[in-house]
């Protein structure tokens, strides 16, 4: 877990005594959720150096990875959608812009090392986001929102990989990162969630043919129970046979909003089954509540939330939010769970010398003294999409829609999305430090299924939680640390 303490733009002194002030929300009041908003939104953008002199747009300072900033600026694309306020737009914009890559694919240079296809999917997710709600436009002479989410999706429809598991993604792109071996329900599930949205944005039905192959594929392995649990992985080595017991809120959420938007984009026995799934889905998140009240059951209670786990509970609030946009059925629920959440993030948001910092717990009815990009995201989501009755829904190309697309970016071009798989040869699979991370997951997946019945110590489960747990999205140290003492 990377330390609070490495954040290099605060100091202890910031954090020395928590104030008597706090977010003040009046949950059916447009001005007050708009208000809170924006105090949380500015709090945030305080840790963001890329549009300074000597930063670089699109990334934010260690202990924090790319991909959080993707979703980082995903929620100030919200943030815009739901408030209408326009102060970070120009930022958001540059920030998205910089990080596409030669490709127009979100491959930039300064990251193809590490990234993973949940990295990816987090930055073309925010693309997508960005067309639904018709987010201004870059120039004509720059790559286009649609076209952006667009070419993630077709990369890695390139990357579906038949060689084990009878099909999937894996978690890691490049052979040489460890995690490599390890199918995860986060990079599935934001495909599956990219593929819905882009059939709904553009009415071409192989993107809800994917995002369905997704969906039966991840329940064949297990990824998703009989009673739409979402466990967090599995080892493609022992052909996706035991499973990673553990239970993200961001999983579940990822996963939510795209059944939805299938409900939406379906009819009759077909629209009833993803029904079925969707209510299914809202079920089984009852497991990240306390009282109505949010918490990410897999590491709040034993207080080691990493830096990335820190920030979970923003996507499922808003996934939550969008799901019942599209999938009105939903929509009395999530208004319970995220209205009640949104009061006791506000009561969190009560820390440090600005009093108005927000924690990690919500359930505790104040700040818990920790801060962050990931804590702000969190109170960020929960608090804006109380405002989802007063918005449009997300557009279309026949509904309104202006976000140009390329059906055949990321492909290199063939015009038919996604329609090669590409295969990965046996070569490509080796590398002595993906087999020992593949031998190691082999050796503790079964120990997580007994932990899923029978919680371990919160020692164990640190220890276990760094090594397996994490499908820690790019974070692909948690071995490396762990063999050597880190």
């Known amino acids: 877990m990377k330390g609070l303490s490495r954040i290099p733009a605060l100091t202890g002194a910031l954090f020395a005594?928590?104030?008597?002030?706090?977010?003040?929300l009046d949950i059916t009041n447009v001005n007050s959720i708009q208000t809170a908003a924006s105090t949380i939104a500015h709090g945030m953008m305080s840790y963001y150096t890329g549009n300074q002199t000597g930063g670089t747009p699109g990334l934010l300072p260690a202990p924090y990875y790319w991909w959080e900033a993707g979703a980082m600026f995903g929620s100030l694309i919200d943030y815009w959608y739901y408030t209408g306020d326009s102060t970070y737009n120009?930022?958001?914009?540059?920030?998205?812009?910089?990080?596409?890559?030669?490709?127009?694919d979100f491959m930039p240079p300064n990251q193809t090392k590490s990234e993973g296809n949940d990295d990816q999917g987090f930055w073309?997710?925010?693309?997508m986001s960005a067309a639904e709600v018709k987010f201004p436009n870059p120039s004509p002479s720059?790559?286009?929102?649609?076209?952006?989410?667009?070419?993630?999706?077709?990369?890695?429809?390139?990357r579906w990989d038949n060689t084990s598991c009878a099909g999937g993604l894996k978690w890691q792109i490049f052979t040489f990162n460890t995690?490599?071996?390890?199918?995860?329900?986060?990079s599935n599930g934001c495909f599956f969630n990219l593929a819905a949205r882009l059939g709904y944005y553009t009415k071409n039905q192989t993107y809800l043919d994917w995002a369905e192959r997704e969906w039966e594929w991840v329940e064949s392995v297990g990824l998703i129970s009989p009673i739409y649990q979402v466990f967090d992985g599995t080892n493609d080595d022992l052909n996706c046979s035991q499973l990673n017991h553990l239970q993200w809120s961001y999983n579940a959420g990822v996963y939510l909003l795209g059944a939805s938007v299938m409900w939406n984009q379906t009819t009759g026995a077909t629209q009833a089954t993803w029904e079925a799934r969707v209510r299914g889905l809202l079920t089984a998140t009852s497991v990240f509540f306390q009282n109505n009240i949010m918490f990410e059951v897999a590491c709040e209670p034993s207080n080691n939330c990493d830096t990335d786990q820190q920030s979970f509970k923003a996507y499922l609030s808003r996934w939550m939010a969008a799901s019942s946009k599209v999938a009105p059925f939903v929509a009395d629920l999530v208004a319970l769970q995220l209205q009640t959440s949104a009061k006791a993030a506000a009561s969190s948001c009560s820390g440090g010398n600005d009093g108005v910092t927000c924690g990690t717990k919500w359930t505790v009815g104040?700040?818990?003294?920790?801060?962050?990009?990931?804590?702000?995201?969190?109170?960020?989501?929960?608090?804006q999409g109380l405002l989802i009755d007063s918005v449009p829904g997300p557009v279309s190309n026949t509904t309104g829609g202006i976000s140009v697309g390329n059906p055949a970016a990321g492909t290199g071009g063939d015009t038919n999305p996604g329609a090669p798989t590409g295969r990965i040869s046996?070569?490509?699979?080796?590398?002595?430090?993906?087999?020992?991370?593949?031998?190691?997951?082999?050796l503790l997946g079964g120990a997580?299924?007994?932990?899923?019945?029978?919680p371990p110590s919160p020692i164990l489960f640190r220890l276990l939680s760094g090594m397996l747990g994490s499908s820690r999205v790019g974070d692909t140290e948690w071995y490396t640390d762990y063999i050597s003492g880190g």
């Open 448 to 454: 997580w299924y007994v932990f899923s019945i029978i």
């Open 426 to 442: 046996t070569g490509d699979r080796a590398g002595a430090g993906i087999l020992t991370a593949g031998i190691l997951v082999a």
């Open 124 to 127: 073309g997710m925010a693309a």
């Open 142 to 158: 720059q790559p286009q929102w649609l076209a952006l989410a667009q070419a993630v999706f077709n990369s890695q429809a390139l």
């Open 17 to 24: 005594a928590q104030s008597a002030m706090a977010i003040q």
């Open 366 to 383: 104040a700040w818990d003294n920790t801060w962050g990009v990931g804590q702000q995201m969190n109170a960020l989501e929960v608090i």
């Open 90 to 104: 120009d930022v958001v914009s540059q920030a998205l812009l910089f990080q596409t890559g030669p490709d127009a």
């Open 179 to 186: 995690g490599y071996n390890y199918k995860n329900s986060i």
